[in-house]
């Protein structure tokens, strides 16, 4: 029995590694079409553009990434005219970032052109042909559970989220 068990768990980390490598390498090639350096900021500003005025720290939360990292990144950004930053009223200490326009169009694009970019989204459209939709979203459910036993469910929940918290007329792009 134990074989088995730690046969799967080879197997899965092989095989979340094999994706990771392609979705790393469509993460680049997003953030080259956004004219941004990394698919760091991509990142970063896809949740800066979900959650308006997000404070930094909340950021390396839920990208677990060290708070002076995100800094370094959104001042690049900042740099880029993709992001502005205000300190709180009520503690100097808390900044809060936000989307410019410009930033937001970025994202805007970005969504747009994420079908052609990244091969997940046809490897997931043949998953879902081969099997159904309903098996896409027990796999997208298997996911969440995944990393949510591994990180909590407080610091994924975003993921889900996100796309829930934008106005209606931002999500209907493509």
Same mark, same amino acid.
């Given at each position: 029995?134990?074989?088995?068990?730690?046969?799967?768990?080879?197997?899965?980390?092989?095989?979340?590694?094999?994706?990771?490598? $392609?979705?790393?390498?469509?993460?680049? +090639?997003?953030?080259?079409?956004?004219?941004?350096?990394?698919?760091?900021? #991509?990142?970063?500003?896809?949740?800066?553009?979900?959650?308006?005025? =997000?404070? =930094?720290?909340?950021?390396?939360?839920?990208?677990?990434?060290?708070?002076?990292?995100?800094?370094?990144?959104? +001042? /690049?950004?900042?740099?880029?005219?993709?992001?502005?930053?205000? +300190?709180?009223?009520?503690?100097?200490? $808390?900044?809060? $970032?936000?989307?410019?326009?410009?930033?937001?169009?970025?994202?805007?694009?970005?969504? +747009?052109?994420?079908?052609?970019?990244?091969?997940?989204?046809?490897?997931?459209?043949? #998953?879902?042909?081969?099997?159904?939709?309903?098996? $896409?979203?027990?796999?997208?459910?298997?996911?969440?559970?995944?990393?949510? %036993?591994?990180?909590?469910?407080? /610091?994924?929940?975003?993921?889900?989220?996100?796309?829930?918290?934008?106005?209606? %007329? /931002?999500?209907?792009?493509?």
């Amino acid at each position: 029995m134990q074989d088995a068990s730690i046969r799967q768990v080879y197997e899965a980390l092989n095989t979340l590694r094999a994706i990771n490598v $392609v979705n790393k390498d469509d993460w680049e +090639k997003a953030a080259k079409a956004a004219d941004l350096d990394s698919s760091v900021q #991509l990142n970063i500003l896809w949740i800066i553009y979900c959650y308006e005025g =997000v404070r =930094v720290t909340q950021i390396a939360e839920w990208t677990f990434w060290h708070p002076s990292s995100i800094v370094i990144h959104i +001042k /690049k950004l900042m740099e880029k005219g993709l992001v502005t930053i205000e +300190k709180s009223d009520v503690d100097g200490r $808390v900044v809060h $970032v936000f989307p410019t326009l410009a930033g937001k169009l970025a994202i805007e694009n970005s969504r +747009k052109n994420a079908p052609t970019i990244f091969r997940l989204t046809n490897a997931l459209e043949r #998953l879902r042909e081969r099997y159904s939709p309903v098996v $896409v979203e027990l796999f997208f459910e298997c996911l969440a559970f995944l990393a949510e %036993s591994l990180h909590g469910t407080e /610091k994924v929940r975003w993921i889900q989220e996100g796309e829930d918290r934008l106005p209606q %007329s /931002k999500t209907s792009v493509g």
